[in-house]
């Protein structure tokens, strides 16, 4: 049994990775700290969790050691820390967005901030398992994704690789579990209901993992809407293809970037009420579904897809990156169909 800690599991990605991990065949959660929260049993924050552990949240200070942390942390907190964690523990998969990027340039262009521990930058693998599987098996050091980026480069990556794209603009639409579990004036339920509110219209921080993934080359734009959905990141992605295409080769393409991927699905029915990706099918599970349709002229391509931005656009990919880092089956712990309806 691989054992595990979690620091600062009082999060919602904390509390999702202790779902998963909890019901793991192959893992065993030691510890589990929140400054916060210390003391106080697991259930107490993630009453779903109930009857599932004995834990309580211990604090920061008193973590021990073990085989492999995650850290749940906001951003900033593990860079800060990150010498001590690795004295506690020879694997980290850090889910926040310190370790994501190569270079301390590009991390204070798009965080606004000088990194606290340039050195660690290169030590860390980008945690998509679908752009470098053979990267993460053995590796020490693991970053998280970025939901949004998730979405984005997992929907266009197939395209990118075989060079069809020309530029695409993107409209994501996102749940509100995305803005983390402490309130704020925009997550009050007055005025969070029933709005449709775009706080993110270019220059999301994100775009430097898909530039990361994608390259620097593609011209692309993105723009970021919540809506009342709490779990869930719904993507259209209208793109314009160099030459003309016909569907049948699109779905060529799609079919082989699924197949072999455990955990993307490509959804393109005719008829009945699910024909294309849908943010609560994939609720509580690793799964990004694909889809597209493409316009009468050939040309202008709109792919979509829909993943759970806790699931696959954090915990559930963490999850899979630390079955690949040890040697385990890559789906431990995360065959999970969801729920429906």
Request: proline content about 5%; charged content about 20%; overall charge neutral.
């Amino acid at each position: 049994m691989i054992r595990v800690g979690i620091v600062g599991g009082s999060g919602f990605t904390g509390g999702e990775l202790l779902r998963l991990l909890l019901c793991h065949p192959e893992v065993d959660v030691v510890q589990v700290s929140s400054r916060s929260q210390a003391r106080r049993p697991l259930h107490y924050v993630h009453p779903n969790l109930r009857g599932y552990s004995r834990l309580q949240f211990i604090a920061p200070e008193t973590l021990q050691p073990c085989d492999l942390l995650f850290l749940a942390l906001p951003h900033g907190a593990a860079a800060r820390e990150i010498d001590r964690y690795a004295s506690l523990a020879p694997a980290i998969i850090d889910l926040s967005a310190d370790f994501r990027l190569n270079d301390a340039a590009s991390q204070e262009q798009w965080y606004g901030e000088k990194h606290a521990a340039p050195g660690w930058l290169p030590r860390f693998v980008y945690g998509l398992p679908e752009y470098q599987r053979e990267q993460l098996r053995g590796a020490s050091y693991v970053s998280g994704v970025g939901c949004n980026a998730t979405a984005i480069n997992l929907a266009l990556m197939p395209l990118v690789r075989a060079g069809w794209i020309e530029r695409a603009a993107i409209e994501l639409k996102v749940g509100s579990s995305e803005a983390g579990n402490r309130a704020t004036a925009g997550s009050h339920h007055p005025l969070r209901s029933g709005a449709v509110r775009t706080y993110s219209a270019a220059g999301h921080r994100h775009m430097a993992e898909v530039r990361l993934i994608l390259g620097d080359d593609l011209p692309l734009h993105f723009s970021v809407t919540a809506i009342e959905m709490v779990r869930g990141v719904h993507l259209l992605a209208h793109c314009d293809l160099l030459q003309a295409r016909e569907e049948r080769e699109l779905w060529r393409l799609y079919r082989a970037a699924c197949e072999g991927e455990p955990f993307l699905r490509l959804v393109r029915s005719k008829s009945g009420l699910h024909r294309v990706p849908e943010p609560r099918v994939v609720a509580g599970t690793n799964y990004c579904d694909l889809g597209f349709e493409l316009d009468s002229d050939g040309r202008h391509l709109v792919v979509m897809a829909a993943l759970d931005n806790l699931g696959k656009g954090a915990a559930g990919s963490a999850v899979q990156c630390m079955n690949l880092m040890v040697g385990l089956e890559e789906t431990a712990g995360l065959t999970f169909p969801g729920i429906y309806p």
